[in-house]
Each structure stands twice: as structure tokens, then as C-alpha cells.
T-cell receptor, first 115, second 115 residues
């Protein structure tokens, strides 16, 4: 398996623009997670899906952030409008099941820079 | 407030030496504790996952311990190698019922192994 795939790997945009990050989870995994990582705040869980349904979006910072999972093999995280403070590395992860010992497999991340 | 604190913030050791990283948490109810290794520019990779009843778990040269009474965990690295240079992140899961979990992240320990 190719692992979790994210695109783009790097994104530079100007404040106010819409940004869409993409993720393809590992085939057969039922759970998908979106994380954000910054030097100041470390790794933060934004939202996670189970069988394409959003379960917990309490980590989504503002209404400017939205995430969708239209099918089992694709998810997007959208920021509209983007702001400089959104600059971070965004990770997508997937796992087979949400038990007490499930292992999450992370993608390589998308480094977002908002100017 | 549920928190996970890691120490030290950063650490430099010589190749071949052992080291121990600390993780203290106040998360309740506790579900499990994970240690991740994150290489620069990559996504985190799971090293160990421990539930309440487990007090030690090994993964090669990595050994994690858990003391659920004192709410402390440690990650011991034996005979360090240059490839151990990375950030190590402690993550504690809070069980919030109905099989749902909330992840509380530490800010990580940055380890540098020198030749």
C-alpha cells in the first residue's frame, strides 16, 4: 500500500484566498483524521471521520475551516478565506478502527504558508 | 484541565548513549497513551501504545513505561543512533464514552544524536 497520500505537499497563498488540501487514506481504513502542527501549539486534532461521517469537529478553529469526505478514499480540508495565522503543516491520518489500541498512519503533510 | 507535559523540551546526546524522555499527564478518564516519533519533514510514526493495564512495552531499542497511579510515562532509548534524531510526541487518549476518544497531545521532546 502507498500509505496515506496528501496533496499538495507545499502550498503558498495570499491572505484571503481559498485553500484546499487533499487526502487519500489507506484503503480499508474506516477512520480519517485531520491535524494541524505548529511550533507554538504542537500537533492538534481538527476533525475526524468514521465511515465518511464527521464524528468530532470540535478542534476546527473557526468557521473558515471546513472538511468533507465524499467517499471512503478521499477527503478535503478547506480554508476560506485563509489568514497568515493558518500557516502550519496539515497532516491527514487514517486508521482501521477506533479501538483503544488503534494505530494511526500519518501522511507526509502539507506545508501551508499564507502570506 | 486535561494536559500532557513532556520533558525535556530538547535533548542532545552522543551516539551510543541511552536517554529517557518523560511524559506527565492529568487526563481523566484515561484510555491509552501513545508515543510517536516524528522525523523532520515527515508525519509522526507510532512507536508504542499502552492501555491502563500495561506498564511497559518495547519496540526494538525503544521501551515505554506507564505508571497509571502517578500518571507518568517514559520513553527509554537504548544505544542511540543518529537516526533517532527526531521529535518524540506523547499523546494521551481521554475516553469520553460510546467508544469515542479525545486526544491530548504533548508538545514533544526534540532529540538530537551526535556522532
Amino acid at each position: 500500500d502507498a500509505g496515506v497520500i496528501q496533496s499538495p505537499r507545499h502550498e503558498v497563498t495570499e491572505m484571503g484566498q481559498e485553500v484546499t488540501l487533499r487526502c487519500k487514506p489507506i484503503s480499508g481504513h474506516d477512520y480519517l483524521f485531520w491535524y494541524r502542527q505548529t511550533m507554538m501549539r504542537g500537533l492538534e486534532l481538527l476533525i475526524y471521520f468514521n465511515n465518511n461521517v464527521p464524528i468530532d469537529d470540535s478542534g476546527m478553529p473557526e468557521d473558515r475551516f471546513s472538511a468533507k469526505m465524499p467517499n471512503a478514499s478521499f477527503s478535503t480540508l478547506k480554508i476560506q478565506p485563509s489568514e497568515p495565522r493558518d500557516s502550519a503543516v496539515y497532516f491527514c491520518a487514517s486508521s482501521h478502527r477506533r479501538s483503544s489500541t488503534d494505530t494511526q498512519y500519518f501522511g507526509p503533510g502539507t506545508r501551508l504558508t499564507v502570506l | 484541565k486535561n494536559q500532557v507535559e513532556q520533558s525535556p523540551q530538547s535533548l542532545i546526546i552522543l551516539e551510543g548513549k541511552n536517554c529517557t524522555l518523560q511524559c506527565n499527564y492529568t487526563v481523566s478518564p484515561f484510555s491509552n497513551l501513545r508515543w510517536y516519533k516524528q522525523d523532520t519533514g515527515r508525519g509522526p510514526v507510532s512507536l508504542t501504545i499502552m492501555t491502563f493495564s500495561e506498564n511497559t512495552k518495547s519496540n526494538g531499542r525503544y521501551t515505554a513505561t506507564l505508571d497509571a497511579d502517578t500518571k507518568q510515562s517514559s520513553l527509554h532509548i537504548t544505544a542511540s543512533q543518529l537516526s533517532d534524531s527526531a521529535s518524540y510526541i506523547c499523546v494521551v487518549s481521554e475516553g469520553i464514552g460510546s467508544g469515542t476518544y479525545k486526544y491530548i497531545f504533548g508538545t514533544g521532546t526534540r532529540l538530537k544524536v551526535l556522532a
